[in-house]
């Protein structure tokens, strides 16, 4: 229903989901949704806007809007169509994007008026102005991968909302790589594009204090080398403090490396997914084995000051109940800052998603909306273990990982603790995790509480998406 007013428009960032009467929520998955405020940069200047986290505050449904836009993620995905069926039952037209929208379209376009297959940039002006006017379509298609928006975020929606103290901006998307359970590579189609040096040095100088970490949210931000070095290059006078992540290629980069430091680089996420070389080559991820592997390439990264958050995932046909001790071993040994121990995802329209499908291993499918399904269950069958021992597998590394006496003893690495501001982040993140650790697992997807019915949308009877 359109206003003859301004046209408004309300912007929803779901949560995963959260137990009947739960109360607060998980700390560590508390940053600014950035995608939300590069949404609202999007919009024209005349449209009035709203943004509720449907995270950490109630959404009033009651409201009057005209239009809401959601960017689902598979996790987010039935929360996501809980909240439009109360926009929708109130005759507010809904519209959908980002990744869960792209690779499940024709799910997605079953629960909303409008859904934008590809990235927003090319497409949410002529979007608002159909719905304003009367004309929506069913799919909006971005043509070609954008050249990212010269536009910022519109950091002006998250006024009165308490983040996590990250400065989040964006320097590229995408990676070149294929990873087989990676739902980037399948979104981008393994395509990389970046914004201009200039325009995010100048974000960083408008919106940084220099008292908060920044972190580059770019899926690889090394996917080009030369590009990742020309922002550094300009990053150093800024004398900020960042994060980021990246392929362990990275590693054996000396220039590189000496640029993320001189830069101001703390810590950098690195896939390092397993230590079980065959299972490396499964996943399509072999060139983690480079130059001496995981042990060179964290020794490197070690010598030239630049802190690890290393990641993990366990469940490919090569992986036996060994390899989860081992993960853990190294990671300790290593003295990584902070650590991820995750069985693998089939996230849909990946190649691990389609293989398991066609070797009949899902056992859930599609899980993400299968009520049966909680955060941290494996939805398909293993080759060498029950899904039950993988899934219990990886939650006793991470307890064992962020027990005391680990945190204690990562703590006395040299990396970590030759910086006192960043050593005492050290225990605030190591402790966030400790907690948050036990917090999240048997989270159902979803607001278990909602008593609502998901309204599916007549159209999709008669609109065939595919991606
Ligand atoms: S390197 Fe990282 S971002 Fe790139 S495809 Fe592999 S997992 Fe995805």
Redesign the pocket.
């Known amino acids: 229903m359109t206003s003859p007013g301004r046209f408004r428009v309300t912007i929803v960032h779901p949560c995963v989901g959260r137990f009947r009467g739960m109360k607060g929520y998980m700390m560590s998955w508390q940053m600014e949704p950035l995608p939300a405020a590069v949404l609202a940069a999007l919009l024209p200047a005349d449209v009035e806007r709203r943004f509720y986290d449907d995270r950490m505050e109630p959404i009033p449904f009651d409201e009057p809007t005209d239009l809401v836009l959601i960017s689902v993620e598979t996790y987010t995905a039935k929360r996501a169509y809980q909240i439009a069926s109360e926009y929708r039952r109130r005759g507010v037209a809904v519209v959908m994007g980002g990744f869960h929208a792209t690779l499940c379209a024709d799910e997605v376009a079953s629960h909303c008026e409008s859904i934008v297959i590809g990235e927003a940039e090319g497409v949410l002006a002529e979007l608002i102005d159909d719905h304003r006017h009367g004309r929506p379509q069913a799919v909006y298609r971005a043509k070609d991968r954008p050249r990212l928006p010269p536009t910022d975020p519109d950091r002006s929606i998250f006024r009165g909302k308490r983040y996590l103290p990250l400065r989040l901006i964006e320097f590229s998307r995408g990676?070149?790589?294929?990873?087989d359970?990676?739902a980037?590579?399948s979104y981008y189609s393994?395509t990389h594009t970046h914004r201009s040096v200039a325009r995010v040095v100048e974000e960083v100088r408008r919106t940084c204090t220099g008292r908060e970490l920044v972190f580059f949210i770019d899926?690889?931000l090394t996917?080009s080398l030369d590009d990742a070095k020309e922002l550094m290059r300009a990053l150093i006078p800024l004398r900020i403090r960042w994060v980021s992540?990246s392929?362990i290629n990275v590693a054996f980069d000396d220039e590189a490396l000496e640029l993320m430091r001189r830069s101001g680089c703390q810590g950098i996420l690195i896939?390092l997914e397993s230590l079980v070389p065959d299972s490396l080559r499964e996943m399509n991820?072999g060139f983690n084995l480079m130059r001496g592997g995981p042990r060179a390439a964290l020794a490197n990264l070690r010598r030239h000051g630049l802190r690890v958050y290393g990641t993990f995932v366990f469940g490919y046909d090569s992986d036996t109940p060994d390899t989860f001790a081992a993960a853990v071993r190294f990671a300790r040994e290593e003295g990584m800052f902070i650590a991820a121990f995750n069985h693998i995802t089939p996230f849909p329209g990946t190649p691990l998603y389609e293989r398991l499908r066609g070797e009949g291993r899902m056992l859930l499918d599609p899980w993400w909306l299968d009520d049966r399904y909680r955060y941290g269950m494996v939805p398909f069958q293993p080759a060498r273990m029950t899904p039950e021992e993988l899934q219990r597998a990886c939650s006793r590394a991470r307890r064992e990982f962020y027990s005391w006496s680990s945190i204690a003893r990562r703590s006395l690495h040299r990396v970590n603790y030759r910086d006192p501001g960043m050593w005492l982040n050290y225990w605030l993140i190591n402790a966030m995790h400790h907690r948050d650790t036990e917090g999240r697992d048997g989270l159902p997807l979803g607001d278990e509480g909602w008593t609502g019915t998901l309204l599916e949308s007549a159209r999709a009877e008669h609109v065939t998406v595919s991606v």
């Open positions: 990676c070149r790589f294929r990873c359970f990676c980037i590579q393994a899926d690889n996917s992540q392929a896939g991820k």
